[in-house]
């Protein structure tokens, strides 16, 4: 079956520093034409830390997008030329917004918010968790909280709507399926 | 703590079919601005649905947003006005891709992108499955193929990246998750 969508045109809508908005008009493998309304993001990647107490590392922050606070596992967009070490992107998140470092070992490579959006997640597990002396600082206009929970209570996060997003549901799914 | 940020001004800069995109001008908590690049999406959902022979149904769809073909659990937008009845949504999608229907129940409810994005998905378990005589028709711009696939299949296909979204790793967790 054929299932290529071929470009016939494409409109620039928005330049951001998050991501760029595009409009394309594509020709149908069965005939016809259609528009796709495409995000495009330079990715991000996130951790699964958990400390050598057995506790999994949450941070707290307030999401502008849902207007709320939510539990996530530490993550960070790729900076400019991250791209081609996204291990490093993910060592500095993790002590940016942790105080710890470990080494980590990709666990998936998957897209976000495929029906729409490019943004790859890359979500790391970190093993050998050690604090940092003198972690490097947050970025400005970060305002957050660090939180050590037990399985248990990410999965009463998760239930409570306090864990709302995907990489954090997926990671803790992870630690469950590595626990049993 | 204080977390929130108070939009200082909000600027539409795109409204499309699938999500529109805004730029908020936002007070940080602890003084300060940023801007905060934002899609608004209406939202969609997505089922778990496994055969009366153990089987995973997966549909194999191009995505225009990466350019290649991948392996997802059926899913769709919400329509306009079905925010009220998001189950009857995932219904519907899980007629048209698979033709199949069942009793869905409620597994998990998160955001796809929470760092700028509001799509909200509803993952829905299928239970009691059976086909369905004359299934509805697909959307005219979709073109899918409908696979079923053992879980030992599916985890194969996450390792070989044709399972490369986030919903459809995280059901098929929870799969490996119930069969444990």
Same mark, same amino acid.
């Given at each position: ?5 071929? %470009? ?38 996130? $951790?699964?830390? $958990? ?46 917004? %942790?105080?710890y470092t470990g080494e980590l070992e990709l666990l998936y490579d998957f897209y976000s918010a495929i029906g729409f959006c490019n943004e790859r997640l890359r979500l790391y597990i970190a093993k050998n968790l050690v604090k940092v002396e003198n972690p490097r600082p947050m970025d400005e206009d970060e $305002?957050?909280?660090?939180?050590? $929970? ?11 709507? @306090?864990?709302? @997003?995907?990489? %954090? ?12």
């Amino acid at each position: 079956m054929k299932f290529e969508e071929k %470009t016939i045109k494409r409109t620039e809508i928005f330049k951001g520093h998050i991501f760029d908005v595009v409009v394309d008009d594509v020709a149908l493998p069965m005939g016809g034409e259609a528009k796709r309304e495409l995000i495009f993001h330079k990715g991000a990647v996130c $951790v699964l830390a $958990v400390t050598p107490e057995g506790k999994l590392i949450l941070v707290k922050q307030y999401r502008k997008a849902i207007e709320q606070t939510s539990y996530e596992i530490p993550a960070g967009k790729l900076e400019v030329g991250e791209n081609a070490d996204p291990k490093a992107a993910a060592l500095r998140e993790l002590e940016e917004e %942790t105080g710890y470092t470990g080494e980590l070992e990709l666990l998936y490579d998957f897209y976000s918010a495929i029906g729409f959006c490019n943004e790859r997640l890359r979500l790391y597990i970190a093993k050998n968790l050690v604090k940092v002396e003198n972690p490097r600082p947050m970025d400005e206009d970060e $305002v957050i909280e660090v939180y050590h $929970v037990s399985l248990e209570e990410a999965l009463a996060l998760i239930a409570s709507g @306090d864990i709302c @997003d995907a990489k %954090t549901i997926m990671a803790v799914q992870q630690l469950q399926l590595m626990r049993k």
